[in-house]
């Protein structure tokens, strides 16, 4: 059987970052920049007051209280400003430009708030509530690297510093397609011998979480043409594909049945529990990735976490491996077989326990719910005892 690392970079040496487009800012969530970002002025780009107040010189408040005249009011976006003289006030609002003459701003809370004449009561130092022209990032400054991914505040930088399109790598566009003849879509009433199709929500729902784009395309029967049909409309949209169902020993098997012919993907066992049979390959012109998954909803979700989120990573642009674990205590012991690396469905407590969930079968969607963690027993180990530190992968 192969190894799961030896099945893990075989897929990471297949796979390719996708390349770079211009993306408007409003396709850009989730992205990957492939430039560097900088700002063609400084920010903020004058300066300007910080709060609603006066702008006065603060030579004129010696003596508190003290009344000023006001000569003019100032809103953000003020294009026209007087100067201050001595002896001055002029009424200003967050963000208005700070009007030659003025060293200072006093709030309105430490006035009467007059519009003709202002009393002063609480003397403001120089320099007093103004943002400085540049003090955010300066002219030419990078604000974000090559490499970073676009989230709500970076895509706020990128539009903070006039950019409307930035060359980024998307996110990847995932079709998923689920395969048996006893799915039914939940809503619709079963009859004997029908479960309702999960698992196409929960790749779906993963693909998401992991930054791509998912399209569920729904479950197609175990005809192997049908799915090969189905396959043939979504190729040409789809940046990686993921199949459910399919790939075991039986008959009936689809998706090995319509791809091994092909000769581009391959059929194999990986030595782990749940999940042994893996299917990984490329198809069409654009050598387009497809991940061939077990059936059994916990199998389909762990191939998930270990080969396609690694597999999504690469395409992003971003470092790429085995998921990242942490060290636990197992709360009891745990049994595993020998020559396969279990996944052991666990809930990891603050107290740095780990404790296996009952319903440890393949099949047993709702442990899998009531779980926070994998618990990681390696290939030559078939028991642990409680107590033992042992990798956790949380979910
Ligand atoms: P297969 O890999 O097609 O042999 O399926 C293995 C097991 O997983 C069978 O019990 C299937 O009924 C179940 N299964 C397959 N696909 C799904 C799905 N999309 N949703 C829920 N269960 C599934
Ligand atoms: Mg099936």
């Given at each position: 059987?192969?190894?799961?690392?030896?099945?893990?970079?075989?897929?990471?040496?297949?796979?390719?970052?996708?390349?770079?487009?211009?993306?408007?800012?409003?396709?850009?969530?989730?992205?990957?920049?492939?430039?560097?970002?900088?700002?063609?002025?400084?920010?903020?780009?004058?300066?300007?007051?910080?709060?609603?107040?006066?702008?006065?010189?603060?030579d004129?408040?010696?003596?508190?209280?003290?009344?000023?005249?006001?000569?003019?009011?100032?809103?953000?976006?003020?294009?026209?400003?007087?100067?201050?003289?001595?002896?001055?006030?002029?009424?200003?609002?967050?963000?208005a430009?700070?009007?030659?003459?003025?060293?200072?701003?006093?709030?309105?809370?430490?006035?009467?708030?007059?519009?003709?004449?202002?009393?002063?009561d609480?003397?403001?130092?120089?320099?007093?509530?103004?943002?400085?022209?540049?003090?955010?990032?300066?002219?030419?400054?990078?604000?974000?690297?090559?490499?970073?991914?676009?989230?709500?505040?970076?895509?706020?930088?990128?539009a903070?510093?006039?950019?409307r399109?930035?060359?980024?790598?998307?996110?990847?566009?995932?079709?998923?397609?689920?395969t048996?003849?006893?799915?039914?879509?939940?809503?619709?009433?079963?009859?004997?011998?029908?479960?309702?199709?999960?698992?196409?929500?929960t790749?779906?729902?993963?693909?998401?979480?992991?930054?791509?784009?998912?399209?569920?395309?729904?479950?197609?029967?175990?005809?192997?043409?049908?799915?090969?049909?189905?396959?043939?409309?979504?190729?040409?949209?789809?940046?990686?594909?993921?199949?459910?169902?399919?790939?075991?020993?039986?008959?009936?098997?689809?998706?090995?049945?319509?791809?091994?012919?092909?000769?581009?993907?391959?059929?194999?066992?990986?030595?782990?529990?749940?999940?042994?049979?893996?299917?990984?390959?490329?198809?069409?012109?654009?050598?387009?990735?497809?991940?061939?998954?077990?059936g059994?909803?916990?199998?389909?979700?762990?191939?998930?976490?270990?080969?396609?989120?690694?597999?999504?990573?690469?395409?992003?642009?971003?470092?790429s491996?085995?998921?990242?674990?942490?060290?636990?205590?197992?709360?009891?012991?745990?049994r595993?077989?020998?020559?396969?690396?279990?996944?052991l469905?666990?809930?990891?407590?603050?107290?740095?326990?780990?404790?296996?969930?009952?319903?440890?079968?393949?099949?047993?969607?709702?442990?899998?719910?009531?779980?926070?963690?994998?618990?990681?027993?390696?290939?030559?180990?078939?028991?642990?005892?409680?107590?033992?530190?042992?990798?956790?992968?949380?979910?």
């Amino acid at each position: 059987m192969k190894s799961v690392d030896a099945h893990l970079a075989d897929i990471l040496a297949t796979v390719r970052p996708l390349a770079p487009l211009e993306l408007d800012l409003e396709q850009v969530l989730g992205a990957t920049l492939a430039e560097d970002v900088s700002s063609p002025v400084p920010l903020p780009p004058f300066d300007n007051s910080a709060m609603d107040g006066y702008a006065v010189r603060a030579d004129d408040l010696s003596e508190i209280p003290v009344t000023l005249p006001v000569i003019d009011d100032v809103a953000a976006g003020s294009t026209e400003l007087r100067a201050v003289g001595p002896g001055h006030a002029v009424r200003i609002m967050t963000g208005a430009p700070l009007p030659a003459g003025a060293d200072t701003v006093v709030p309105v809370e430490w006035t009467d708030g007059g519009t003709v004449s202002v009393r002063i009561d609480r003397r403001a130092e120089a320099g007093n509530a103004i943002r400085r022209a540049g003090e955010d990032v300066g002219a030419g400054d990078v604000v974000l690297e090559a490499g970073t991914v676009i989230r709500p505040a970076q895509l706020g930088i990128v539009a903070g510093v006039g950019r409307r399109r930035v060359k980024a790598r998307p996110r990847p566009r995932v079709v998923i397609i689920s395969t048996g003849a006893e799915l039914v879509e939940p809503g619709s009433p079963l009859t004997t011998g029908q479960i309702w199709e999960s698992n196409s929500y929960t790749l779906t729902a993963a693909v998401r979480e992991a930054g791509a784009e998912g399209y569920r395309v729904g479950s197609v029967t175990d005809d192997p043409a049908v799915l090969l049909d189905r396959l043939d409309t979504h190729l040409v949209r789809a940046d990686a594909i993921i199949t459910s169902g399919g790939v075991s020993m039986g008959a009936y098997e689809p998706v090995k049945e319509a791809l091994s012919p092909l000769g581009t993907v391959r059929f194999e066992k990986v030595a782990m529990q749940p999940g042994m049979p893996q299917g990984f390959g490329v198809l069409g012109d654009d050598q387009v990735p497809i991940f061939a998954l077990p059936g059994n909803p916990v199998s389909s979700f762990v191939s998930f976490v270990l080969f396609v989120r690694p597999a999504l990573d690469k395409m992003r642009g971003l470092p790429s491996g085995l998921p990242s674990s942490v060290t636990a205590r197992a709360a009891g012991p745990l049994r595993s077989p020998s020559g396969r690396r279990s996944f052991l469905r666990g809930v990891l407590a603050p107290d740095g326990t780990v404790a296996p969930v009952h319903g440890q079968g393949s099949h047993q969607l709702a442990a899998l719910a009531a779980a926070n963690a994998l618990i990681v027993v390696p290939e030559d180990v078939t028991e642990v005892a409680a107590g033992a530190a042992v990798e956790v992968i949380k979910l």
